[in-house]
Nanobody, 125 residues
């Protein structure tokens, strides 16, 4: 099972992007799992960005993105989104979505079982 991210690109500071994450296998229902978004800059550790519960009723955000990013999900479409507003150059990274089989919402990468290949987000100043 692989998750597939899309929506990355190049944007100027202050701009917006919306990332999407879907499963590559139709039988994989992401609605069964808490989902998370993480990001990584070359040479640095992967860091937590946002996470959402199965139902979407519970969300967590890193302090660095709180108030600017919004995680949401549409279980009917088997898709998780990350709306990113007010982008800053320090948001530049490869963004990954992930699914956690443990059914609890986690902010730790090691807790996640399925990962996408990542999508590049570049914010120019």
């Amino acid at each position: 099972v692989q998750l597939v991210e899309s929506g990355g690109g190049l944007v100027q500071a202050g701009g917006s992007l919306r990332l999407s994450c879907t499963a590559s296998v139709r039988t994989f229902s992401s609605s069964r799992y808490p989902m998370g978004w993480f990001r990584q800059v070359l040479g640095k550790e992967r860091e937590f960005v946002a996470a959402i519960s199965k139902s979407g009723s519970v969300t967590y955000y890193a302090d660095s993105v709180k108030g600017r990013f919004t995680i949401s999900r549409d279980n009917a479409k088997n898709t998780v989104y990350l709306q990113m507003n007010g982008l800053k150059p320090e948001d530049t990274a490869v963004y990954y979505c992930a699914a956690d089989e443990s059914f609890t919402v986690s902010t730790t990468p090691i807790d996640y079982d399925y990962w996408g290949q990542g999508t590049q987000v570049t914010v120019s100043s």
